[in-house]
C-alpha cells in the first residue's frame, strides 16, 4: 500500500502536529521507503505466534503487586514549577468553553 | 598526576590513601571539561555546585574513618534524559529546554548515596532518536577519537566524555543500541542490563517495552561497578525485576575455559571485510581463552529492523503525547484556541526526527493499520526472542560486530533516515529480546582512517555476571588493542 500526501496530513492531524507545506514534502518519500521496507514482515506465517508486548520473565507478574501506600510526593508548587502559564494553583490553558454574549 | 585517565579502583586507592581528595580529583575534571569540551561538545549543562558539594562530603567521610563506597568520589556524567533534581533535563530537545527535574531518577540517586560526584548532563539526539548524537536541537558532539565524526547515538554525549576523559564513568539509555553503538565509535565499553534490571523510574520514556538505563566506562569492571550500584528492584518501576542482583566485580575471574561463545552466521555475511577481520580476532581470542567457539544460526534477524522500528515508534507516538504545552515544556506563544496551542506547541518544539518517528507510530496504531503493522511486529517481536532463547541452550554468550560500519563523518548519513536505522541491526535484536549486553573495543580498521571497531557480547536473561567474566577476561587478554 503507498504512503500518500493525504495520509501525510491525516496521521499529522491525529499527532497533533502541525507540519509545514516543506516538512509535508519531506517526511512523504521517508516515510513511504520506510513503509516499504517494513512491509517485509509480511513474509513470515505468524498466524500461530503469539504477540509480545513486554519482555517478561520468572516473577515479573508478582513484582508489580505492592501495597498501595502514600508515601511524600510532589507539592503542589513543586507540580507547578515548570508550567508555562499557571494561576491559583492550578495549569493555565486557552478558553475552551465558549460564552454566549 | 592526571586525575582524568584514571580507574575507579585508581582514584578509589588515592582518596583511601589520602594521595588525593575528592574535591581535587572533581575540579581536575571540571578544568579538563572546560579546555576540552570546547571542541568535543559532549556537556549540554554542568553542576559544579551539586559536584563540589558531594565531593566535599565525600573528603568529610574519609577525614571522619568511615569506610569508602567503590563509587565514592568518582566522577560521572548523565545523559540529558534521566532526571537530576533541580538541574535541567533537556532530553536534547528544544521542547523541554527550560525544563527543570523536580525528582532525581533511581540510578541517580542510588550513585549519589554511593557517594558518585555528578558533573553535568551530557548531549544526545533528541528524546534518544537517533544514532549519531546530530540529532540534539542544541548542536553535534565531536567523536573525541575524530573530531570530524559523530560519536554515535543517541548517548553520544554520555560516550564521547568518557572517551575523552571529561568523566570517569558515565550514564545512558539504551532502546536499539543507544549505549552499545556509541560505545563502539568512541572505543569505550558500555552495558545494556537485562530489561528490568535497572530502574527506569527518572527515565524520559521514549519506548517503554525497550528502554534501559546503563553504564559506560573505559574497562569493564569500571561498568560492572556501575551496574552494580545501580542495578535492582525499585517499587517506583513496576516493570523492574525482584530479583537479586548477583557479584558482578567478584565474578570477573579471568577464566572463562569451557564457555560457549555462539558465532551467528546471519551477522557476518556481508559485513564489512575490514570490522569482519577485527570481529574473527575476538572470536579467535576466545579460542585462545579456552572457550569453544559454535557456529548458532538466529534466522529472523533480516526482519529485526523493520519490527524494532514499527514497535519503537508505536510507543514513542503515545509517551510523546504529553508534550503539549500544558504542565510543562514550550507552550507556543501564538495560537487560537487549544488544539491549536497543542499543535503549535509540538511542532515548534519537537526536531524532524522526533516528528517522524511520531508520524510512523501514529500511523501504524490507527485504525485500519494496527494488525498489519503493530500487532505482525508484536508477532514477529516473540520470533525473535525464541531465536535467542533457543541459541542460548547451546552457548553461554554470544559474539557479534556492534555496528556494520565505522564512525562516519558528521552530516554525512542526515539525509536518509532509512539508511541509518539499518545500521542498528546488530544491536535491536537484543534490545527486541530483552537480553543483556556489552559493547567492548575490538581493536581499529586496518586501513586509514583506523576507526574504532566495538565487538557485541550478548547472554541470558539476568545473566549479567558471566556476561562480564567473558568481557572482562577478553580485555585482559588485550582484545580492545587487537590487531
Given amino acids: ?101 | 598526576m592526571d586525575f582524568t585517565t584514571l580507574t575507579i579502583s585508581q582514584i578509589h586507592e588515592l582518596l583511601k590513601s589520602r594521595q588525593a581528595t575528592a574535591v581535587e580529583i572533581t575540579q581536575a575534571h571540571l578544568a579538563h571539561i572546560e579546555q576540552k569540551d570546547k571542541d568535543v561538545r559532549s556537556y549540554l549543562s554542568l553542576c559544579p555546585e551539586r559536584a563540589l558539594e558531594q565531593a566535599k562530603r565525600v573528603d568529610a567521610a574519609v577525614a571522619a574513618g568511615e569506610a569508602l563506597a567503590p563509587l565514592a568520589g568518582i566522577p560521572v556524567a548523565v545523559k540529558d534524559v534521566i532526571m537530576t533534581r533541580g538541574h535541567h533535563t533537556t532530553c536534547g530537545s528544544h521542547i523541554l529546554e527550560n525544563f527543570v527535574a523536580p525528582y532525581d531518577a533511581t540510578a541517580v540517586q542510588r550513585l549519589e548515596r554511593a557517594g558518585a560526584v555528578i558533573l553535568g548532563k551530557t548531549n544526545c539526539d533528541e528524546f534518544a532518536m537517533g544514532s549519531s548524537t546530530e540529532n540534539s536541537s542544541f548542536f553535534p558532539t565531536h567523536n573525541p577519537r575524530d573530531l570530524t565524526r559523530v560519536p554515535g547515538g543517541s548517548s553520544g554525549g554520555s560516550a564521547a566524555a568518557v572517551a575523552a576523559n571529561l568523566a570517569t564513568v558515565a550514564l545512558g539509555s539504551d532502546t536499539g543500541g543507544s549505549i552499545r553503538q556509541p560505545s563502539a565509535f568512541c572505543d569505550i565499553v558500555g552495558m545494556m542490563g537485562t530489561y528490568g534490571r535497572v530502574s527506569r523510574y527518572g527515565l524520559v520514556a521514549f519506548a517503554s517495552s525497550l528502554d534501559h538505563i546503563g553504564p559506560f566506562g573505559r574497562s569493564v569492571r569500571d561498568v560492572a561497578l556501575v551496574l552494580q550500584t545501580i542495578a535492582g528492584n525499585d517499587p517506583l518501576d513496576s516493570t523492574c525485576a525482584a530479583l537479586p542482583v548477583d557479584d558482578y566485580v567478584g565474578a570477573l575471574t579471568g577464566d572463562i575455559r569451557g564457555t560457549r561463545v555462539g558465532v551467528p552466521t546471519e551477522y557476518l555475511n556481508g559485513l564489512n571485510p575490514e570490522i569482519r577481520g577485527n570481529i574473527q580476532k575476538g572470536i579467535d581470542l576466545f579460542g585462545k581463552l579456552g572457550c569453544e567457539i559454535v557456529p548458532i544460526s538466529l534466522p529472523h534477524t533480516e526482519y529485526a529492523i523493520g519490527c524494532y522500528y514499527i514497535i519503537c515508534t508505536a510507543e514513542a507516538s503515545a509517551n510523546l503525547a504529553r508534550y503539549d504545552g500544558v504542565r510543562y515544556g514550550f507552550r507556543s506563544p501564538q495560537h487560537d484556541d487549544l488544539r491549536d496551542m497543542y499543535r503549535k506547541s509540538r511542532n515548534l518544539g519537537f526536531g524532524a526526527e522526533v516528528k517522524r518517528r511520531i508520524m510512523l507510530g501514529t500511523y501504524v496504531l490507527s485504525s485500519g493499520y494496527y494488525d498489519a503493522y503493530y500487532l505482525k511486529a508484536q508477532k514477529v517481536r516473540t520470533l525473535i526472542t525464541r531465536d535467542f532463547v533457543e541459541a542460548f541452550d547451546e552457548v553461554d554468550v554470544i559474539v557479534t560486530p556492534t555496528s556494520p560500519i565505522p564512525p562516519f563523518k558528521l552530516g554525512e548519513k542526515m539525509d536518509d533516515p532509512l539508511q541509518m536505522y539499518l545500521a542498528d541491526i546488530y544491536t535491536v535484536t537484543a534490545s527486541l529480546a530483552g537480553i543483556p549486553g556489552i559493547s567492548v573495543p575490538c581493536g581499529k580498521t586496518p586501513s586509514e582512517p583506523s576507526l574504532p571497531v566495538g565487538m557485541q557480547i550478548l547472554a541470558k536473561h539476568f545473566d549479567e555476571a558471566n556476561l562480564l567474566r567473558v568481557a572482562d577476561a577478553y580485555e585482559k587478554a588485550g582484545g580492545f588493542k587487537i590487531s
Wanted: charged share 30%; net charge negative.
Fill in chain 1, 1 to 101: 500500500m503507498a504512503f500518500t500526501e493525504k495520509d501525510v496530513r491525516y496521521v499529522a492531524e491525529l499527532a497533533h502536529l502541525e507540519l509545514t507545506e516543506d516538512e509535508i514534502k519531506k517526511f512523504l518519500p521517508q516515510l513511504d521507503s520506510i513503509l516499504q521496507y517494513v512491509e517485509k514482515l509480511n513474509k513470515l506465517d505468524t498466524s500461530e505466534i503469539e504477540p509480545m508486548a513486554q519482555v517478561t520473565y520468572p516473577g515479573s507478574e508478582n513484582a508489580s503487586m505492592r501495597a498501595d501506600v502514600p508515601c511524600r510526593y510532589f507539592s503542589q508548587d513543586e507540580a507547578l514549577a515548570n508550567a508555562p502559564e499557571q494561576g491559583a494553583g492550578c495549569f493555565k490553558v486557552p478558553s475552551v468553553i465558549e460564552r454566549e454574549e
